[in-house]
């Protein structure tokens, strides 16, 4: 998966997953790990739903 979303960093793509059971559409632009080591994900959410609404 890390591949995937550098790769689409660096070609300005945009990315489409499930986040709690709803569909996200973003435009990813920062990815690495914070101080505890987990993943960090930097996106505008372009489409798709949040829990309060639709994007």
Do not use: H, W
Request: with cysteine.
């Amino acid at each position: 998966m890390k591949e995937i979303i550098c790769d689409a960093i660096e070609k300005r793509k945009i990315l489409s997953f499930d986040y709690k059971g709803l569909e996200r559409i973003v435009e990813p632009y920062a990815f690495g790990t914070n101080s505890k080591g987990n993943y960090k994900l930097g996106a505008y959410q372009i489409g798709g739903f949040s829990e309060s609404k639709k994007a």
